[in-house]
């Protein structure tokens, strides 16, 4: 067993591992079971069955109705959730300490005897093909869609979370069955706990009712392969959603952080660059932001923004513009800003023990190990405006570019414009 202060990190003898972290002055506890198994682990046969099958965790068990799970936690409180990512899956429920107890066998009761009826699996996969339509239905939902499958294209981690409607409606319960007994195996789940409890207690808890699953020989993932490129679709909306990537990093490069200070710096709030030059300055648009997007394996780096028709080609010119600045001045002071933003989301996230326990989880399938907070933030007092430079110098360098827009009109010119504005 490993201990760090109040976090404890214990592997079950099937290759479970089971991650807490204790805080005596709570009154309540949030437990869940995060899976190393997302949209990237699917084929395009099967893509949209990890999503499908979080939506199925909830219908029922062989001991418990989907009413009876939905009124168990709510007699006491609790609340249950779940959400489908490219790599990973999660299921997870908030309670009263004292309830922890209830909430981790409803858990397992949920991923280790779930029934998949027919009645209720085909209303699921309705549900799930309506809400492929609100996702249609609202632009700047869908063009991270678009932008997402450009950067990789006929890859698992290119293609959507939801699926596609055809592939939901042909998924049976075997199929479902099938991918939970080749992805959800005890290798690939961590059981996460934080708030009022005692790590031990959690582990007898796991052991006793996560007893079903085995190991399977290791499967290979398809690694991320960055392309990029140029696409658009012309709608009748009243905005130009425009999103603008390049190739970015994984979670374990050695610059990592200081992407994600770049990104705080460029576009991540009303000091940014982005803002203060394209909302402030020109009115160009009212969302604006950046963003940087980890995998295991790859990432991207992006900005995002929606602006009237006109003003289009005037907002790719001063985000390209902005680039290039960035590339060569860089202040002591918005670094600095930057630096204590990212260091203040960090500890403001910490007191919520449903995100505490999310984070824990998702650093030991990462890593293998949780990072201690003084770990993370003296990674991010490191990093200084020199290296800022540096690592977006590095993500222009990458290849190609890719750019995705939605909206009233189409611009053939529109990405040699964007490529010829970032020219340095």
Request: proline letters at 3%.
């Amino acid at each position: 067993m490993e201990t760090r202060e109040s976090v404890q990190l214990s592997t079950l003898e099937n290759g479970m591992r089971i991650i807490s972290e204790s805080t005596s002055t709570l009154e309540t506890a949030s437990v869940g079971v995060w899976v190393n198994a997302g949209s990237r682990h699917e084929t395009k046969n099967n893509n949209g069955i990890s999503h499908l099958l979080e939506h199925m965790a909830f219908k029922g068990t062989t001991t418990r109705t989907a009413r009876d799970i939905a009124e168990e936690i709510e007699n006491v409180g609790g609340h249950l959730n779940a959400y489908t990512s490219k790599e990973q899956t999660a299921y997870y429920a908030k309670v009263l300490r004292q309830d922890l107890p209830l909430a981790t066998e409803i858990l397992s009761d949920i991923l280790e005897n779930p029934t998949f009826s027919e009645d209720e699996l085909a209303k699921e996969k309705e549900v799930v093909i309506q809400e492929m339509g609100q996702t249609r239905d609202t632009p700047d939902d869908i063009i991270f869609d678009q932008f997402q499958e450009l950067a990789y294209p006929d890859q698992p981690i290119g293609r959507p979370i939801l699926g596609t409607a055809q592939n939901v409606r042909a998924f049976s319960p075997k199929s479902l069955s099938d991918y939970m007994e080749n992805q959800y195996t005890p290798d690939k789940m961590v059981v996460s706990a934080a708030g009022n409890l005692k790590h031990e207690d959690l582990v007898d808890l796991a052991a006793n009712f996560f007893q079903k699953r085995s190991r399977l020989p290791d499967q290979e993932l398809d690694q991320a392969e960055y392309v990029g490129g140029f696409v658009q679709e012309q709608r009748d909306l009243d905005q130009m959603h425009v999103v603008l990537g390049f190739d970015g990093l994984a979670y374990d490069d050695e610059d990592y952080y200081a992407l994600q200070v770049f990104s705080v710096l460029f576009g991540g709030g009303m000091s940014s660059r982005l803002f203060q030059k394209i909302r402030e300055e020109k009115g160009l648009a009212y969302s604006v932001y950046s963003f940087a997007t980890s995998y295991a394996d790859g990432g991207l780096f992006g900005i995002y923004a929606g602006t009237n028709e006109e003003a289009t080609n005037e907002l790719v010119e001063t985000v390209c513009h902005e680039l290039k600045e960035v590339t060569k001045h860089i202040t002591n002071t918005e670094t600095s800003r930057a630096c204590a933003q990212l260091k203040s989301g960090l500890l403001m996230s910490l007191e919520s023990t449903s995100s505490r326990c999310g984070q824990l989880a998702r650093q030991v399938l990462l890593f293998g190990r949780p990072l201690s907070h003084e770990e993370i933030i003296k990674q991010i007092d490191a990093v200084d405006s020199q290296q800022l430079k540096r690592v977006i110098q590095k993500i222009l360098s990458r290849g190609c570019p890719t750019m995705t827009t939605l909206g009233p009109k189409t611009d053939s010119d529109q990405f040699a414009k964007f490529q010829a504005g970032l020219q340095i």
